[in-house]
Each structure stands twice: as structure tokens, then as C-alpha cells.
């Protein structure tokens, strides 16, 4: 029902930069039952720019760094700004208003930020710092005594909006369409629906409350989608706010990957190759130092490959090739003159060590052991 936000257009094309800006919050009754948040990021001091910690986050130069660092890596053109909630406190809300002034100094104006708040502390006075500072969209998770609080917020230079999650019961179905009336009344802006999520910290609660996963989904909760199209049908007639309805297939499949690839394609070596979900490919050789370096001069001298293309790592004894030269014969004839091994590496698309991780290995070849037994029986 309507034209999709930009913030929202922003983020399925993987433009958005997501700042975790602490798990602290006031634990709003209404939501924290169902809190998605992992315990670790539970901790106010859980900071980071899409999945990098920020460690100096005391420092609101050293975040803004960060920040900056993986917007330019994901070539982002917006951020948004989550927790916890980034307005739990007067404190915290000082620090985003100084962020977003930073971040449009140094990302331009047309750099888009969005920020989610439960509204349980929002006021007028917030409401007037985040319209000074730059934000140019609001999105409210109120429980029904806070519906009031958003008021603060229309008429001013940001888009104002609700986005909440489709809990398939009749009582939050009530919910919903009394916000949706509410923010109709008032003349907010939209109202975004999202996908009831079952994941590890929630899944024992939502379990005891008898919730499960829809059949074939690994984290849509089964009835939020039925009840999504029934509150569509319901409210339509009645009022002209624009509603949007995001599956969790298109955070998971959609959001996420685009957003790898956009930083593979940022951060890839001369070898490696991006992967259709955003992973580096690339074909590594191993063995001991001295035959894989013999293997790595022979390469650039007799095959002439271009020095680029290889990735020589003399204190592991590794070298770095393209993932191509897996199915070439040459190749593989060559390297079975070697007492080494080979595979396939596709890894997630980061050099910073506590976020690199192996997705998968694929072997190609290994002669280490058979050329040993041979060299003994001699």
C-alpha cells in the first residue's frame, strides 16, 4: 500500500550502514518477551557497524571513524541507528545527535539516516535536537500508553513513521490496527510491518507461548504472515496510511546479501572472486615453505602469471591463486609435481579478524601424503 520509503529502498539494495548503538533499553513490557537481541549484545557496551565491534565507542570520533570506514566499504548511501534503543537516555540521545551531525558532515547531506526507538522517553526537546541534527526518518515500536509520544514528532523536517512486528494473536492484531489509527489520525508518514522472527534468544519464550516456525523458514514465525494480509484487508477501507509488509526472507536473502556483495566487491583481492552471495572465492595452496615458494617463483617465471594474481604467505606456507585454476588441467598437473595440497576457500567478506569466518572448503587435491610413502619405499 503505497510507494516504499527510501530508507527501506536504501536498505534491500544493501546501502544501509546499521549502527548498534548498545542493547540498553527501558525493557518496555510490550516487547521484551520476545527480544531478538543475543546476550551478548544485551550489554551497553555492544557497538557496531554492521557486524564490527566497535571498541572505542567512549569516543564519539573513534565511532564516526568506524562508521564512516564501513560506509565507504559497503559504498552505503544511509545509516540507521538500532539497539536497544539509541534514545533510552538523555546521554544516548546526545550521542546520536552528534553522530548524525558528524556523519553528514563526512558521508553529505543526501547521507540518509533512519533511527527506531520504543518512544518511551521521546519528548519534545528530543524531538527537536533529532529535527536540528539532521535525521530524516523516525520510526516508532510504542506500547498503547506511549501512542501519544509520536505526536512530538509531526511536523518537522524527518518522515514519521511506526514499524512493528506481526505477533500472530488477536490481541496484537488489535494493537496493530490502534497504532495504524492512530498514526493515520495524526498524519504520520507509514507504518512498516515486519515478520515475527523466531531465533535463538527468543526461541524458548516464543516456544512456551506456543509459537513455531512456518513450514520451509528458518525464522518466519507461522500465522504472521496470514495475519499481515489480514490486517491489510482490514484497514484499507478505513484509513490512507501508507503500510508495507517486509517478509523475514527479504532481511535474511535480500538485505544482507546485497550488502555482502557490495563489500566483497569494495574489498576483493586481484584472486579472488565475489560469489552470488557475496562471499570471496579463492583456490589456496598449501604445504611447506620451501616447496610452496619454489611453486610460487615457478609460477611467476615459467607460467608468467601476473604477480596480482598470487598471494604468497612465507611464514605458513601458503599461496593464494584464483579460484578458476581449480578446473584447469595445466594447473593441476603442475602442482601435482609438489608435495602440497589445494582447496577451495569461500569466506565472508571481512579482514577483520573477529568477524572473518569460512563458509565452506572445498578440497581439490592433496598429494602430501602419497609422495612421502612414495619417497620412503624407495
Partial sequence: MGSLPLGCSLCMKGMKLVYFMGGDCALPS???WYCPISVERRSPEAHFADEIPIKDFDSIEKTVEKLVYEAKNIDAKGMSFTGGDPLSSPAKRDRVVAIIQAMKIEMGDDFHIHLYTSGTNFDVVTAEKLEAAGLDDL????SEKDFFRIEFAIGRKYTVAGEVPVIPTEENFMYLLKLADHLDMIGADFLNLNEFEMCAPNQKELIKRNFHLEKNSIAAVDGSKRYALRFLDEFHPRGGL?????PAAVKDGVQMRERY???ANHIRKEYEEVSEDGCLLFLQIQGAVQEVNSLYKMLLKDSKMPKNLLEMNPSKG???????LSTNENFLELLNNFLVKAGIY???PFREPECAQ???YTPIMSNIKSKLKKKRFK
Fill in 261 to 263: 556483495i557490495r563489500r
Fill in 242 to 246: 501508507i503500510i508495507h509488509f517486509c
Fill in 139 to 142: 520510526r516508532f515500536h510504542p
Fill in 30 to 32: 510490550h516487547c521484551k
Fill in 358 to 360: 569460512i563458509r565452506e
Fill in 318 to 324: 601458503t599461496l593464494n591463486v584464483p579460484s578458476f
Fill in 346 to 348: 569461500e569466506i565472508l
